[in-house]
Nanobody, 115 residues
Framework: QVQLVESGGGLVQPGGSLRLSCAAS????????MAWYRQAPGKQRELVAI???????DYLNSVKGRFTISRDNSKNTAYLQMNSLKPEDTAVYYC?????????WGQGTQVTVSS
């Protein structure tokens, strides 16, 4: 049974930081490309960051220089370090694992940036 479980969300003030984790089970984690998406109320889900199985990364323009995606294959976990958070970063954040035609999603974790 495949599971992706996100954690680390919460309420943070503008300018603050959070680190999201995505713990995977039931897959050969090292073979998967891992990504973080987010969905704000009334908006479409958007790709925030991706890390390939080879370690290459790419980011949504609005988070470049503030967010860092990483992975630890020994722990079957992907991370999203978010710094200098802005109110417009408020959303439910989801992780996704992809390998060939297989795509798996986590349940999401809420991030709220507000004073």
């Amino acid at each position: 049974q495949v599971q992706l479980v996100e954690s680390g969300g919460g309420l943070v003030q503008p300018g603050g930081s959070l680190r999201l984790s995505c713990a995977a089970s039931g897959i050969i984690f090292s073979a998967y490309n891992m990504a973080w998406y987010r969905q704000a109320p009334g908006k479409q889900r958007e790709l925030v960051a991706i890390i390939t199985r080879g370690g290459s990364t790419d980011y949504l323009n609005s988070v470049k220089g503030r967010f860092t995606i990483s992975r630890d294959n020994s722990k079957n976990t992907a991370y999203l370090q978010m710094n200098s958070l802005k109110p417009e970063d408020t959303a439910v954040y989801y992780c996704k694992g992809s390998y060939n035609q297989n795509n798996y999603w986590g349940q999401g974790t809420q991030v709220t940036v507000s004073s």
